[in-house]
């Protein structure tokens, strides 16, 4: 980077800092200068790095802002690599339309943070993710973690169809889109219905690696999520399995102990990744969450 790009980007780092930690309304912030960055640089690291100087500054973890004023922040911040001004669109109900996925779950916040933190394990890989919901997870993963293709999935029609739009509102092309731009990930949104799929079905996707969040709710959805992970495991017979990361809130500890059996019952083994430091996202701080890395 020359030497005025690089006092460019430190005033850019600078301005964001000030205000976030005066907390000054979000439009004062310096946003078209970032969009025009990211336009000539398509650089993930420079949002990284506004992350380092904003919520993750020890200013802020010491004492934290306002959760409604990081919420806003880091909403912004997300949808900047594309540019544009847009909301993700969820239900306000918990359960609307018969189904829990039209709203974002607390796991879904806490793998998100754990994927800006570890956005190796995502870069030129593709991902697949189980029950996307609304889709927070998946798109920040495509914003900031530079995926080679992405699969959104669930079973829902309401859901794919909220699915589709949150992927149009933050500047992302689905797949099937001529005009896509070739700097984003490859980006699907599939109906996945973990009971009645095959292994055929399921081999069309590849994955690097497969996520989900917040999936453990019932009995049935585990069983039906170890099988479809049995299925994925045997699509991939003389290739290398796919890395699994579940992330959970531990609501009900028999819930999540039928889970770790029956993973043992399939042959899964599974360790749990050591909690992030930093919190990025507003959740409830009391809640007991876990990312369990499944070993197929």
Sequence with gaps: MAPEEDAGTELLLQSF???????????????????????????????RDILQKTVKHPVCVKHPPSVKYARCFLSELIKKPSGGSVTLSESTAIISHGTTGLVTWDAALYLAEWAIENPAAFTDRTVLELGSGAGLTGLAICKMCRPRAYIFSDCHSRV????????????????????????????????????VTTVHQLSAFQPDVVIAADVLYCPEAIMSLVGVLRRLAACREHQRAPEVYVAFTVRNPDTCQLFTTELGRAGITWEAEPRHDQKLFPYEEHLEMAILNLTM
């Design 17 to 47: 800092e000030r205000r976030f930690l005066a907390a000054r309304a979000l439009r004062s912030f310096p946003w078209q200068s970032l969009e025009a960055k990211l336009r000539d640089s398509s650089d993930s690291e420079l949002l």
């Design 160 to 195: 794919l169809e909220q699915l589709r739009g949150n992927v149009l509102l933050n500047g992302l092309s689905l797949e099937a889109d001529i005009t896509a731009n070739l700097d984003s990930p490859r980006v699907t949104v599939a109906q996945l219905d973990w009971d």
